[in-house]
């Protein structure tokens, strides 16, 4: 895969203002995407941003609160009227099928295949190039992490390396670096070590926790859940989020490269604190805005 | 009842547009909100808008397709997190206490008073002034139109007969309209008869039919759904919806003051065709648009 880019619909915790949306988050894989959460109006965020309803291939919920999973039937509902075929891949917590199902009048026009996370899950689309796995947080209810990760890539092609043994260039690099030998040169000839895929993960909503720094380790771009700032502390921990710093505090202890701060409480109409303070614990942060976008280079 | 406002929020049919949202209006009736049908991001629409969310009394649901209903549940958990604590109550169809309580790890911080309307149903706010009334549609799903009646005003005050009768322009003009007597003079002597307070009626989602024509017979302000124009007619019909025209025959047939169309399909980017068409059976109608606000004379 050429091509991974971040794009934040909804950046908000809890409810919507007039600057931040609820919760989403699609990542586009070679112009695949992938919808992490789906708060209400996700698909008015959708409308108004480059990526498109059509080539939505899985939606993953992290948890079943409202404001992570109220547009998401509404979303299903328009790609029906915009007569999709295509199955859809839906993972979420237990509970999710039943949501599905108590629809009052709802069917449609594709199948939705759901997929209710216990311990572990993992996603593969039949396209392949990448997988998706989980890992449960500490949240006051039953909630996850996702991982996407790249299938690993091929090392870099030495061009001199080639041409010294009497391959010019031309369409024998592209089977070279497809795996196939060509005459009596093999691809570990020519080819540098493997390079492992990008990984990109989410973890929201949930306690700074193990299990978000072991599913983070070594990631590329680690997208953190920040509802609050240092203020805030002890409501952080005693409604099972995490603050700016404490986010930081996964990111550095994970190793990540870059880690990027979302779900952001209402009450900072300016979050700048919020992003001084993760930074002063792991200088590598940004802070999502609904719409912004970031390409992941590895 | 001073001051009547209807604020439309959403007035597109089956899927956002960047145009029109899904269906929503707000009626103020001297402070006081009467929501009907509450489609996804209407609590969205309310942000950009007027209306308070706190002024809400009462949410009627015309039916349950999820352009009418999608975002009532985060719209009541917005109220929630701003602390709401007088009750709300809300009218749908059956099936409306069950999409309720389905929803997974829902709850809000005020009584949801839910009634599920079946022949007829009628909300009457206990600070008074008004009566909501229902009627069957004839739509694909059980659909209700509702009716706002104000109570009966008092008749108009001849400040002339009052002088005559030795009563100077002061506080006795108010006792007297609010039904007291004031020495020797009743308030008959100086009030002209009763008048009947306004009616405004909402239809939709439906086929024009009798019940409408009933409900809304002399009426100030119908609202009717106008999905398509006569290119669809057919269509209409299949899928029990209205055109423009139909709606007007309506209006015209219940010989309503002014009719405005709403609930257009996504398929009419300009949609002055269908004001036309409408305009051709019956003169005094309007067309819709998402934030229009339209006050209500009589």
Redesign the interface.
Known sequence: MQDVRVTFLGTGA?????AR??ASVAVTLDGRVLLFDCG??T??QL??SAVRFGAIEAIFLT?????H???L??LL??MS?NAREKPLALYGPA??A??MR?????HTSFEVEIHEISGAAAFRPPSGGYVVDAAPLVHS?PCFAFRIVEDDRPGEFDVARATALGLPPGPAYGRLQRGETVGDVKPSDVLGPTRPGRRIVYCTDTRPCDAAVELARGAGLLIHEATYGSDMAAEAAERFHATAAEAAGVARDAGVAQLILTHISPRYTDATMLLDEARAVFAATELASDHATFEVWR
């Not at 809890?14 to 007039?18: A, D, H, N, Q, Y």
């Not at 948890?63 to 404001?67: K, M, N, P, R």
């Not at 108590?102 to 709802?106: F, G, M, N």
Request: no cysteine; glycine share 14%; aromatic share 8%.
């Open positions: 809890g409810m919507p203002t007039r949306n609820v209400e109006a698909q008015h409308m108004s948890h079943l609160h409202g404001d999973l109220f547009g039937p509404g509902s328009s009227l509970g999710i039943a949501f108590a629809l009052p009048l709802y209810a």
